[in-house]
Antibody, heavy 119, light 110 residues
Framework: QLQLQESGPGLVKPSETLSLTCTVSGGSISSDTYYWGWTRQPPGKGLEWIGG???????NYNPSLKSRITTSLDTSKNQFSLRLSSMTAADTAVYYC???????????WGQGTLVTVSS | QSALTQPASVSGSPGQSITISCTGTSSDVGSYNFVSWYQQHPGKAPKNLIYDVSNRPSGVSNRFSGSKSGNTASLTISGLQSEDEADYYC??????????FGGGTKLTVL
């Protein structure tokens, strides 16, 4: 059974860069069939797609976040990562990693990790 | 990109059927058969119910069905059960090769 687990800091200071990692077990991230992506949800609000990457290196990002996002895959560790720069309070959210497709945000999801931006 | 439009809330009684709409534009829902639906219970991760407008992932009940007409997609839940009470989100692939979610719909089972 595929499992995804997010890890990273629960608290980030304004203007800093958030780094999150998603560790995948029960399946390989090397398959070009899938996209490995991120979605977030501010407290009490709806889902917002952040972006995704496939093993070929193709990336697709939310235009509103594109200038601040970097995603990467580490096939040796079966992990993928998200970096989001210039964090503000508006970036406070639960961040989910997921395995999906170019056209599907996620079929398998991690449990999510809350990231709070505060000094 | 603008979020897809969903009703803020819908309700129904056990055993009934309800439909949640998801309205986009000709740049997303109207141009692609790549609409997905997600169910989210409080404090939980989203669960994919439907992909590519009407396909169900393995293990999803056939009480959930999807359709599309023009710029509007719909999720129908038949034989409503108490455990269906949750938030529901649609998403669509767009002409910019991105994905966009709807604002979400809260389903109340009366």
């Amino acid at each position: 059974q595929l499992q995804l687990q997010e890890s990273g800091p629960g608290l980030v200071k304004p203007s800093e860069t958030l780094s999150l990692t998603c560790t995948v077990s029960g399946g390989s991230i090397s398959s070009d069939t899938y996209y490995w992506g991120w979605t977030r949800q501010p407290p009490g609000k709806g889902l917002e797609w952040i972006g995704g990457v496939n093993p070929s290196g193709r990336t697709n990002y939310n235009p509103s976040l594109k200038s601040r996002i970097t995603t990467s895959l580490d096939t040796s560790k079966n992990q993928f990562s998200l970096r989001l720069s210039s964090m503000t309070a508006a970036d406070t959210a639960v961040y989910y990693c997921a395995r999906g497709y170019l056209t599907v945000a996620g079929v398998w999801w991690g449990q999510g990790t809350l990231v709070t931006v505060s000094s | 990109q603008s979020a897809l439009t969903q009703p803020a809330s819908v309700s129904g009684s056990p055993g009934q059927s309800i439909t949640i709409s998801c309205t986009g534009t000709s740049s997303d829902v109207g141009s692609y058969n790549f609409v997905s639906w997600y169910q989210q219970h409080p404090g939980k991760a989203p669960k994919n119910l439907i992909y590519d407008v009407s396909n169900r992932p393995s293990g999803v009940s056939n009480r959930f069905s999807g359709s599309k007409s023009g710029n509007t997609a719909s999720l129908t839940i038949s034989g409503l059960q108490s455990e269906d009470e949750a938030d529901y989100y649609c998403s669509s692939y767009t002409s910019s090769s991105t994905l966009v979610f709807g604002g979400g719909t809260k389903l109340t089972v009366l």
